[in-house]
């Protein structure tokens, strides 16, 4: 069984969510009974590649103040991924370029790769995981890879966008889109920034 923690983007922005957020991902771990560092793997395949070491260190800072238990961290590279994700115990898939993600991943045998594993995404990363999901970047309804039969909505009611020259986002407007989209039995997971969603398939 895999457990997956979708995040809907920027808790780094809101301390109190971000231990929330922290304790929810690493509880999973609390009962270990030996004292080998839980295996950490964080892949920024969503991101362009020039960021993923000042993005890497961005997260481990994060985690610093939050995780109770002795941790190793890698940062994911695409020609070790299937080895790395085999090692790791949680791996967490940031937020970024929804179609780069896609790209990337398809390259792998997802979710096999991660069978058994913890994982967590944030906003990009989340919307790969789901059946359908309303993009920020694009302001249009996309298809995930299926894993979760959900739809997801990111930065929901957020100030996300406000800089954009195509004006701010109407949420609203979107939520109503993503409904009459693709599956409509499906729950729609619109979520506040920091907030996030657990699911064990």
Not at 30 to 44: A, E, G, Q, W
Not at 67 to 93: G, H, R, T
Not at 135 to 164: E, Q
Request: hydrophobic share 35%; net charge negative; proline share 4%.
């Amino acid at each position: 069984m895999t457990k997956y923690i979708l995040n809907s983007g920027g808790v780094k922005n809101y301390p109190d969510k971000l231990k929330k957020y922290n304790e929810e991902v690493f509880k999973s771990f609390s009962n270990r009974k030996d004292s080998t560092p839980i295996k950490v793997l964080m892949c920024f395949f969503a991101m362009p590649r020039e960021r993923w070491e000042e993005k890497f260190e961005v997260y481990k800072n994060n985690l610093k103040d939050d995780v109770p238990q002795e941790i190793e961290i890698k940062m994911a590279e695409p020609q070790d991924f299937v080895k790395q994700c085999e090692w790791s115990d949680l791996i967490f898939v940031s937020g970024g370029d929804d179609e780069l993600l896609a790209y990337r991943f398809s390259k792998f045998d997802i979710p096999k790769i991660w069978d058994g594993k913890v994982v967590t995404t944030s906003s990009a990363g989340s919307d790969y995981l789901v059946k359908h999901f309303w993009t920020c970047d694009w302001r249009d309804n996309m298809d995930g890879a299926g894993i979760l039969s959900i739809k997801f909505i990111p930065h929901y009611k957020s100030s996300f966008g406000d800089n954009d020259p195509r004006g701010k986002i109407n949420w609203e407007e979107a939520y109503k889109e993503l409904e009459n989209y693709g599956e409509k039995d499906i729950p729609i997971h619109a979520l506040e920034e920091g907030d996030f969603v657990v699911f064990e398939v």
